[in-house]
């Protein structure tokens, strides 16, 4: 069955980084896109990246442009996000989710438990 | 304007249909889209219910029940997510999300309640 395990959420002061990881198995990883979807605390869904399932073709929400930089390990079933200059609006419930299908831009299909991030000083 | 409009709430009977909407901002074009749902029930992920293109182009998620259907109303530039013979299971969160603009963008969602 298929599974994704997050990672390396925490507690980080303002300014800060982390980098968070997911493990996927289950299923061919080369050929899904992966995403990161994250929710504050109450608050609804956000989508934050997205990377093709051979690395080449990434986008990235307006709000963690040039901060955040998702990135994946074909080899490892892995996907990352490298958090950069964080601040308390990134405080978040952040979940790793594989593509629905196959093929450019399709939307979360199957999602993590997700990694909680709490930016305070 | 938000480029997705959802209720906030909903409620509805058990046994009884719900349509969720989700309106796309004026000047997008409901039917250039395809619409996804999904579930989210507290202290759980989210989870995917399906896609929706056109009947001849859409995705129900695996192991959802076939009384989650979509479809869309040009009339109101919205993607609909009907749900029939409501069950109290399906209370929750639901989302809407379209591929805009080079991202991924999520409605407000609505919250569910059968009683």
């Known amino acids: 069955q298929v599974q994704l395990v997050e990672s390396g959420g925490g507690v980080v002061q303002p300014g800060r980084s982390l980098r968070l990881s997911c493990v996927a198995s289950?299923?061919?990883?080369?050929?899904?896109?992966m995403h990161w979807v994250r929710q504050a605390p109450g608050k609804g869904l956000e989508w934050v990246a997205i990377?093709?399932?051979?690395?080449?073709?990434?986008s990235y929400a307006d709000s963690v442009k040039g901060r955040f930089t998702i990135s994946r390990d074909n080899s490892r079933n892995t996907v990352f996000l490298q958090m950069d200059k964080l601040s308390a609006d990134d405080t978040a419930v952040y979940y790793c989710?594989?593509?629905?299908?196959?093929?450019?831009?399709?939307?979360?299909?199957?999602w993590g438990q997700g990694a909680l991030v709490t930016v305070s000083s | 304007q938000a480029v997705l409009t959802q209720p906030s709430s909903l409620s509805a009977s058990p046994g009884a249909s719900a349509s969720l909407t989700c309106t796309l901002r004026?000047?997008?074009?409901?039917?250039?889209?395809?619409i996804y749902w999904y579930q989210q029930k507290p202290g759980s992920p989210p989870q995917y219910l399906l896609r929706?293109?056109?009947?001849?182009?859409?995705?129900?998620g695996s192991g959802v029940p076939s009384r989650f259907s979509g479809s869309k109303d040009a009339s109101t530039n919205a993607g609909v997510l009907l749900i029939s013979g409501l069950q109290s299971e399906d209370e929750g969160d639901y989302y809407c999300?379209?591929?805009?603009?080079?991202?991924?963008?999520f409605g407000g969602g609505t919250k569910l309640t059968v009683l």
């Open positions: 989710a594989k593509a629905a299908s196959v093929g450019a831009n399709r939307g979360p299909g199957f």
């Open positions: 289950g299923f061919t990883f080369v050929s899904y896109g």
């Open positions: 990377i093709s399932y051979d690395g080449r073709h990434i």
């Open positions: 004026t000047g997008i074009n409901v039917d250039a889209y395809t």
């Open positions: 929706y293109q056109s009947e001849a182009d859409k995705q129900q």
């Open positions: 999300m379209i591929w805009h603009n080079s991202a991924m963008v």
